[in-house]
């Protein structure tokens, strides 16, 4: 889910920190390892297996070192699934640093920290 949130924001797109050369180029570049494999024809591959594997060893920051390409194939970095969870941990810390909290919440709010105001918050 974080990826998702972190990847292509087009807010953050006069940022250098979120641009083409940063944390968030090395998770745009594993999603397209993870989701969007191809074939030598560039024919889709679907490899559940694949996809599965690559999440878990993200999950666990895996010492294992994969290589990223860029669609191009002008860009090529090695990196762990370890390196990739450490930039995804970063965007996704600095995202959430620059968030507006959701206005339904401070509706809700009633001031005291207690929301909707009943003893379940309802």
């Not at 920051?61 to 930039?87: H, N, P, Q």
């Not at 968030?99 to 003893?119: E, F, K, T």
Request: with cysteine; proline share 2%.
């Amino acid at each position: 889910l974080k990826m998702g949130c972190v990847n292509e924001r087009p807010e953050f797109g006069v940022d250098r920190r979120w641009s083409e050369t940063g944390d968030c180029y090395v998770l745009k570049l594993f999603r397209d390892y993870v989701f969007h494999q191809a074939d030598a024809a560039g024919r889709p591959v679907l490899d559940l297996g694949h996809l599965v594997t690559s999440l878990n060893k993200l999950d666990a920051s895996d010492e294992e070192r994969i290589v990223l390409t860029s669609r191009d194939g002008k860009s090529i970095m090695v990196v762990s699934f370890a390196d990739v969870a450490r930039c995804l941990q970063n965007a996704y810390a600095e995202l959430c640093n620059a968030s507006v909290p959701h206005q339904h919440m401070q509706l809700l709010d009633d001031g005291g920290g207690n929301a909707g105001g009943g003893a379940m918050g309802y």
